[in-house]
Structures are given as structure tokens and as C-alpha cells.
């Protein structure tokens, strides 16, 4: 949890997990954990996005039925507010999800033969 919640390495804690706002450093800058191997991909942003876009999707049409705003409103609100919370919590769901990698050492999958 803290390494998702803080930014912070799974092996020794140290911060830097980011080289920019949501670009893994290739090693951390403490233990040398080659962080580029792992492999967090789009999945993170793919969950995210639909789990946020279905509460906007949901506070829109309250907005709508309480207060009944002209369209420019909601393209004021809701569009900052999307960009805002995925960018955010993606970047807690990428470093939980490389914790979670490293704590399970996770690997490709590979068929038995």
C-alpha cells in the first residue's frame, strides 16, 4: 500500500518510483531494482478509466436532474474532473500494481509442454 499510496520503491522504500508524471524510473535510484522490467501496461488506466467514467457518467445526470445546467457546464466541470481523477489515482494504481508484481514475482505467462 505504500508503495502505491507514496510513489515508493517495493524493495527498499526509498521514493523516486516516478520519473514524470506517469513514467516509472527505469532503476531505482537506491537498491538498483530494475523497474523497467516489470510490466504494469495499460491495464491500470483501462480500470480506471470505466470505474470513473461510470460515476461521472452517474454525478452528470443527478447534475442534470437537480439543477438542469446548460451543456457548456457540464463540459466545464466533468472534463477537468475526468482528467483530474485519472491521471491521479493512475498514478496509485501503476505503483500498486508493480508492487504487487514484485511481492508476487510475477512473470509471463508460459505454456507446459
Request: proline share 5%; with cysteine; glycine share 12%.
Amino acid at each position: 500500500m505504500q508503495a502505491g499510496l507514496k510513489g515508493l520503491c517495493p524493495r527498499c522504500g526509498s521514493s523516486g518510483l516516478y520519473a514524470g508524471l506517469l513514467r516509472f524510473v527505469e532503476r531505482c535510484p537506491r537498491c538498483g531494482l530494475d523497474i523497467g522490467s516489470f510490466n504494469v501496461g495499460d491495464g491500470p488506466a483501462a480500470f480506471l478509466t470505466l470505474i470513473l467514467g461510470a460515476l461521472v457518467v452517474g454525478l452528470a445526470i443527478w447534475l442534470q436532474l437537480a439543477v438542469n445546467p446548460p451543456w457548456w457546464v457540464h463540459v466545464l466541470v466533468w472534463i477537468p474532473f475526468m482528467i483530474a481523477t485519472t491521471i491521479g489515482s493512475l498514478r496509485i494504481a501503476k505503483a500498486m500494481l508493480l508492487a504487487a508484481e514484485y511481492r508476487n514475482a510475477a512473470q509471463e505467462g508460459r505454456v507446459r509442454e
